[in-house]
T-cell receptor, first 113, second 113 residues
Framework: GNSVTQMEGPVTLSEEAFLTINCTYTATGYPSLFWYVQYPGEGLQLLLKATKADDKGSNKGFEATYRKETTSFHLEKGSVQVSDSAVYFC????????????FGTGTRLQVTL | EPEVTQTPSHQVTQMGQEVILRCVPISNHLYFYWYRQILGQKVEFLVSFYNNEISEKSEIFDDQFSVERPDGSNFTLKIRSTKLEDSAMYFCASNVQGADEQYFGPGTRLTVT
């Protein structure tokens, strides 16, 4: 079956540090890949997505590249801010109009001054 | 910008009681989903719904759970006889026909005592 594996948190960084959160997946076919963010006390927000191999999703300074050869979709940001503190979820979804999302366990990021 | 709304934001109920969680998906969306997140754990798929019937459901979605679209705007999740382990954040999501991205509501926190 489909599964998503994320690096365990929490990840604690100083402001302006470089961020990488690793995500690998197992799936048949060609899933779409997503990063969702959950700020404290809020619901899930789509951060970025990629729908095919070698696509790069980007938003708010975050980037992730769909790597089919390594089945990975690592999240990166060059310079984090305190406001980026949140839980980040990697997810996959197969093509199809009513297909569920399969999430990783989430990685908590804490950015300090 | 259109958004998915959920009510109530927090529901406290006693074990064995029935609860109904309500969602108003984005108006032109046709596919609807429920997910849940037990505190500190990953987001798990419960059920997807299209054209007034269930498209897919997980093992979690047993006979105690049901979904309904009672009118043109609401989408509800009913738990007939709640258990302590049903305590979780429940998220509703929706998307348009053929689109990839699911839009999530802010969630309902269910506490079963």
């Amino acid at each position: 079956g489909n599964s998503v594996t994320q690096m365990e948190g929490p990840v604690t960084l100083s402001e302006e540090a470089f961020l990488t959160i690793n995500c690998t997946y197992t799936a048949t076919g060609y899933p779409s890949l997503f990063w969702y963010v959950q700020y404290p006390g809020e619901g899930l927000q789509l951060l970025l997505k990629a729908t095919k191999a070698d696509d790069k999703g980007s938003n708010k300074g975050f980037e992730a590249t769909y790597r089919k050869e390594t089945t990975s979709f690592h999240l990166e940001k060059g310079s984090v801010q305190v406001s980026d503190s949140a839980v980040y979820f990697c997810a996959l979804r197969h093509t199809g109009t009513a297909s569920k999302l399969t999430f990783g366990t989430g990685t908590r990021l804490q950015v300090t001054l | 910008e259109p958004e998915v709304t959920q009510t109530p934001s927090h529901q406290v109920t006693q074990m064995g009681q029935e609860v109904i969680l309500r969602c108003v998906p984005i108006s032109n969306h046709l596919y609807f989903y429920w997910y849940r997140q037990i505190l500190g754990q990953k987001v798990e798929f419960l059920v997807s719904f299209y054209n007034n019937e269930i498209s897919e459901k997980s093992e979690i979605f047993d006979d105690q759970f049901s979904v309904e679209r009672p009118d043109g705007s609401n989408f509800t999740l009913k738990i007939r006889s709640t258990k302590l382990e049903d305590s979780a954040m429940y998220f509703c999501a929706s998307n348009v026909q053929g689109a990839d991205e699911q839009y999530f509501g802010p969630g309902t926190r269910l506490t079963v005592t």
